[in-house]
């Protein structure tokens, strides 16, 4: 299991990142909101301990952005805010638990598996629509068995429309879970569209039924033995 601690003060950061790494995960450390920030964006990680005051900021509004931009990553609020109000934010922001410093550590490691477990039980790990097959845990993508190289945005796109089998995605929905953005331009159209593009392209190779098309006027679809999936630029 990959773990971020995100903890300014070095002496707790030091003392969660030893004790875990005896536990055997992989431990990497942040001290700053920014840092957080910019970590999740280029790397993927199983749960996330995040400390709240933080020096450039308060760490809930990390949470909040993970959780705009579709990161579903476990987050543990580690933090010396103990009153109900300040628990009931930030499990509002999206944390899956709490806990209050002090603690003892042999307590936090058994929230941890707890997460972990409950995890392993409700999310699906392999997606599939027809030949294309999508492995949620590894990130990885096979067509007909092969795998297909993507990007960090790529998966993610592919992955929303996988989830979001049979329905309608415009791409004002696109725009808020995909890339995290408040609204729609013309200059996002042309980004959709070159992703979308790129997507196609690796996807549908060596001969194997084009999954992705462009419907004139109207989007995309992405369809396969009955299933559609259409995106639809002015549908919301």
Request: glycine content about 6%.
């Amino acid at each position: 299991m990959r773990v971020l601690v995100v903890e300014d003060e070095r002496k707790v950061a030091d003392a969660l990142r030893d004790g875990l790494q005896a536990e055997r995960y992989d431990v990497t450390v942040e001290g700053t909101a920014e840092g957080a920030f910019h970590r999740t964006a280029a790397e993927a990680f199983d749960l996330i301990l995040l400390d709240r005051g933080l020096p450039d900021g308060d760490g809930l509004d990390v949470l909040v952005a993970l959780r705009q931009k579709r990161i579903n990553t476990l987050v543990i609020v580690v933090t010396a805010r103990e009153l109900v109000q300040d628990r009931v934010a930030g499990l509002e922001a999206g944390a899956d638990d709490y806990i209050v410093k002090p603690f003892v550590f042999a307590e936090l490691l058994a929230r941890m598996r707890a997460l972990a477990r409950r995890a392993d039980a409700t999310t699906p790990r392999t997606l599939a629509v027809g030949s294309l097959t999508l492995d949620v845990a590894s990130r990885q993508v096979t067509r007909d068995g092969v795998p297909i190289e993507l990007t960090s945005k790529e998966f993610d796109l592919i992955e929303y429309f996988m989830r979001s089998s049979g329905q309608v995605v415009s791409r004002e929905s696109l725009c808020r879970e995909v890339w995290g953005e408040a609204s729609r331009t013309v200059t996002f159209d042309n980004v959709i569209d070159a992703h979308m593009a790129r997507l196609r392209r690796k996807i549908d190779v060596n001969g194997s039924p084009s999954l992705i098309r462009t419907v004139r006027g109207v989007g995309f679809i992405l369809e396969c033995l009955g299933f559609i999936l259409q995106c639809c630029p002015d549908a919301c």
